[in-house]
C-alpha cells in the first residue's frame, strides 16, 4: 500500500466496502445488511458499479458471504451490549460503518477499530470530509503491521482496558497469516476476561467448496497473489476451533456458510446464498 499525505485504503477495504452497498442495490429486499455509507466513504464519484469486481451476477456469493459475516457481526455485537459488554474491537476495520450507521452506540459502547496506518489516515480524512467526524467513543488504532507494531499495546495506548469484556470481530484476514500468527492473536484475545467474545471468519480447503465456488476462490487466490497478498492460512471447522481451545478459549461454535444461509438468507427468491469457501467460528471467553 502506497499512500498521498492521508495515505490509501486497502484495496480489499474498498471492494468489501462497494459489496456492502452493492448489495442493497441490486439484490432483492429484505436486505441481510443495510449499508450504503461505504459506498460514500470509498469513492468521490457514483462510476464504482462500472468496476470489474461489481458484476452483479459474478460477485453473488462473495456479495452474500460479505454481508452474511457483517449482519451476524453486528447481531454478536448487540447481543454483548445487551449483557452490559461496553468495548467492540475491530480487527482489519478497513471501511467499516459500523459506528457510522449506529450514533447511538456511543451511549453505551466505545469501538475500537483496528488497521494499517495508510487506511486508517485515509478513513479519518474521508469521514471529516463527509461531515461525520470522529465521535469521542470511536477509537481509530492505527498499527503498522508490517512494522510488527504491537497491536494490543496501541489498543490500549488509546483507552481499552483488558481487565474488562470485550468483543472482537477479526473478517477476512486470516488466510493472509500463518498457524503462528494466528494462535498469537487468538491467545491474547483470549486473555480478555469471561463474559468476552471472538468472531473470526477463516478460509477452508478448496478440495471443502462446493463445485460451482471452485472457480471462485482460483479467481480471488490469483488476485491475492498478485497483490502480493497471498493465501496462506486455510482451515476445517475442527482446525479453527482446536487453535482456539488452545489459545484458551472455553466455548467455540462454528457457523458454515450453508449455517449464515439458513440465518439471514432462508425464503429468499433471488437465489443470493454466501459461497462456501469463508466461515466462520465465535469463539468465547
Do not use: C
Amino acid at each position: 500500500m502506497t499512500g498521498n499525505a492521508v495515505g490509501t485504503p486497502d484495496n480489499t477495504a474498498v471492494r468489501t466496502a462497494l459489496w456492502r452497498a452493492l448489495h442493497t442495490q441490486v439484490d432483492e429486499q429484505p436486505h441481510v445488511l443495510d449499508d450504503v455509507l461505504g459506498a460514500r466513504l470509498a469513492q468521490d464519484d457514483d462510476g464504482w458499479r462500472e468496476r470489474g469486481d461489481m458484476v452483479p451476477e459474478a460477485s453473488r456469493g462473495k456479495r452474500a458471504t460479505i454481508v452474511g459475516r457483517a449482519r451476524l457481526t453486528e447481531d454478536l455485537v448487540a447481543q454483548a451490549a445487551s449483557r452490559g459488554v461496553d468495548q467492540y474491537v475491530i480487527l482489519g476495520a478497513g471501511l467499516d460503518t459500523y459506528a457510522q450507521r449506529h450514533p447511538d452506540a456511543g451511549s453505551s459502547m466505545t469501538v475500537f477499530e483496528i488497521d494499517q496506518p495508510e487506511t486508517q489516515n485515509w478513513k479519518r480524512a474521508r469521514l471529516v470530509e463527509l461531515g461525520y467526524g470522529i465521535p469521542e467513543w470511536l477509537r481509530l488504532v492505527p498499527v503498522d503491521f508490517e512494522d510488527n507494531d504491537d497491536w494490543w499495546e496501541r489498543l490500549q495506548a488509546a483507552g481499552f482496558d483488558p481487565s474488562r469484556p470485550a468483543v472482537v470481530s477479526w473478517l477476512g484476514v486470516t488466510m493472509y497469516l500463518t498457524e503462528q500468527a494466528t494462535s498469537a492473536t487468538l491467545e491474547r484475545v483470549a486473555s480478555l476476561p469471561s463474559g468476552s467474545s471472538l468472531i473470526v471468519t477463516y478460509f477452508r480447503h478448496l478440495e471443502d467448496l462446493l463445485p460451482e465456488d471452485v472457480q471462485i476462490r482460483r479467481a480471488s487466490r490469483e488476485g491475492a497473489r498478485r497483490s502480493g497478498t497471498p493465501f496462506i492460512g486455510f482451515y476445517t471447522p475442527d482446525q479453527i476451533a482446536e487453535l482456539a481451545r488452545k489459545a484458551g478459549f472455553t466455548g467455540t461454535e462454528h457457523v458454515s456458510a450453508a449455517g449464515l444461509a439458513e440465518r439471514y438468507f432462508a425464503g429468499r427468491t433471488d437465489g443470493l446464498r454466501p459461497y462456501s469457501g469463508e466461515e466462520v467460528l465465535i469463539a468465547t471467553v
